[in-house]
């Protein structure tokens, strides 16, 4: 049961460049998430997927795109990377149950140059 | 609308001491309360959470936490420091939905 995955775990970017980052669950959970974390700021969400087929903004959308391709996976696009994008990223999944737990992914260090 | 406040970016506690990290929230609706823990380059770890029933809630590695409603807090206590315990925490509130609000960590230095 490997949980949260998101790929790739380090990647660094030219300013301008696109990519995308891929998670995916195992836990079938139905709510699905993308934070990013930068030092003093805590965790931020970016975007979030309440069930397949659906998706929202969070606090800090703005130059981001997600697609929830599946129950599965949810995958984050920088469609123009800028610096200021430099940043670890972590999808985390949730159920709303007994556990009541969001679980998240490794982390994604991304850094813009 | 939720949010949760982290007093403290940096606390600092020798070994074998008590470690207190304080998280307080506002919330709209009877909160859930969440406590994790981030070891260097990992990403989060559930230490503990409160949805109802005890206030004093028992976590993973002898920490524990209090929701105290009348105060709005629910602090992060070990009676004892390890070394180990050196890491950065952070305090989240769910609005019982799809929404996860986060603090902005402590980051906690034990000495020997």
């Known amino acids: 049961n490997a949980g949260v995955t998101q790929t790739p775990k380090f990647q660094v970017l030219k300013t301008g460049q696109s990519m995308t980052l891929q998670c995916a669950q195992d836990?079938?959970?139905?709510?699905m998430y993308w934070y990013r974390q930068d030092p003093g700021m805590g965790l931020r969400l970016i975007y979030y997927?309440?069930?397949?087929?659906?998706?929202d903004k969070g606090e800090v959308p703005n130059g981001y795109n997600v697609s929830r391709l599946n129950k599965r996976e949810f995958s984050l696009r920088l469609e123009s990377a800028a610096p200021s994008q430099t940043s670890v990223y972590f999808c985390?999944?949730?159920?709303?149950?007994?556990?009541?737990?969001?679980?998240f992914g490794e982390g994604s260090w991304l850094t813009v140059v | 609308a939720q949010s949760v406040t982290q007093l403290g970016s940096h606390v600092s506690v020798s070994e074998g001491a008590l470690v207190l990290l304080r998280c307080n929230y506002s919330?709209?609706?009877?909160?859930?309360l969440f406590w994790y823990v981030q070891y260097p380059n990992q990403g989060l770890q559930l230490l503990l959470k409160?949805?109802?029933?005890?206030?004093l809630v028992k976590g993973i590695n002898g920490f524990e936490a209090e929701f105290k409603k009348s105060e709005t807090s629910f602090h992060l206590t070990k009676p004892s420091a390890h070394m180990s315990d050196a890491a950065e925490y952070f305090c989240?509130?769910?609005?019982?939905?799809?929404?996860?609000?986060f603090g902005s960590g402590t980051k906690l230095n034990v000495k020997p």
């Open positions: 985390a999944s949730w159920y709303r149950g007994h556990r009541n737990t969001i679980y």
């Open positions: 836990m079938n959970h139905n709510s």
């Open positions: 997927s309440a069930s397949e087929g659906t998706t």
């Open positions: 919330s709209s609706v009877p909160p859930y």
């Open positions: 409160y949805t109802t029933g005890a206030t």
């Open positions: 989240a509130v769910s609005d019982h939905f799809n929404k996860f609000y």
